[in-house]
């Protein structure tokens, strides 16, 4: 099966073409994300988290390496090709919410598939079919100022999942919750990634959010410096492991209470 996402050589330097004064900010990193994977993205700061992200959401380009999605390369992706790509084959998390409050939190979710002029019916089909996935069917009709941080964040998770994207990026999507509200989202990602098949990248400092995940890759200095995999067993036994890497790395995490199943 073709991978969803593959990163060849991905290098990306900011700054002026003098050597002291360019910084790398990604160095020659490959990888790929299979279908169905839920991967996380962990490391300290400087890292190259937040920029690998960019290049992976067409936000930026690499200085050089290439980015694929199904096997297409992403390099030349322009104009209406390039809003239409993102709007159709990639669905966006963010730490904060980015929902427009003179909206329902229905209305936030469906401005992607009203954007592609997807049937009437049908949008009304799969706004329900999401929330009630994500628990938020009783608040859909609400504003995003009326709803709690985590109902807020689920509508988010929901507006990315709903146009059936090929890879759902999460930027820290816990970072502005509670602990409680981030256990429930972070359940609810994980549920759709394993019940419903869906493809997630999430980058995340917190260790208890990345014992979700299937597998971690760990950045430091713009490169890849470790990966872990959950063995399927219990995920308090994967966090311990997250947690040693990070200590090996020197890195920073929040380090939560150890989490129960």
């Given at each position: ?85 993102r709007r159709t084959k990639l669905g966006f998390i963010f730490q904060e919410y980015n929902l427009l409050d003179s909206l329902t939190l229905r209305e936030n979710i469906l401005v992607t598939l009203a954007l592609e002029k997807v049937d009437p019916a049908e949008m009304a089909r799969r706004v329900e079919a999401v929330g009630a996935r994500l628990g938020i069917v009783e608040v859909l009709d609400r504003y ?118």
């Open positions: 099966m073709m991978s969803v996402l593959q990163a060849l050589e991905l290098t990306k330097i900011y700054g002026g073409k003098a050597a002291d004064a360019a910084v790398t900010a990604l160095d020659h990193v490959t990888f790929a994300v299979e279908p169905g994977e839920f991967v996380g993205i962990m490391g300290p700061s400087g890292s190259g988290k937040s920029t690998l992200l960019q290049l992976i959401g067409t936000i930026d380009a690499p200085t050089s390496g290439e980015l694929l999605m199904a096997g297409a390369p992403l390099k030349g992706l322009k104009g209406e090709a390039l809003a239409r790509f995003p100022y009326e709803v709690s941080g985590g109902q807020r964040q689920r509508a988010a998770a929901a507006r990315a999942l709903i146009h059936n994207p090929a890879l759902i990026l999460a930027d820290e999507p816990t970072g502005a919750l509670d602990s409680k509200a981030a256990k429930a989202l972070m359940a609810s990602l994980q549920s759709l990634n394993q019940q419903d098949g869906a493809t997630i990248l999430m980058v995340t400092h917190d260790a208890l959010s990345a014992s979700y995940c299937s597998r971690i890759l760990f950045l430091k200095d713009g490169k890849i410096w470790n990966e872990l995999r959950s063995g399927g067993d219990r995920r308090s036994s994967f966090y311990q492991e997250i947690l040693d890497v990070v200590a090996a790395m020197g890195g920073e995490t929040l380090e939560p209470a150890h989490p129960r199943r």
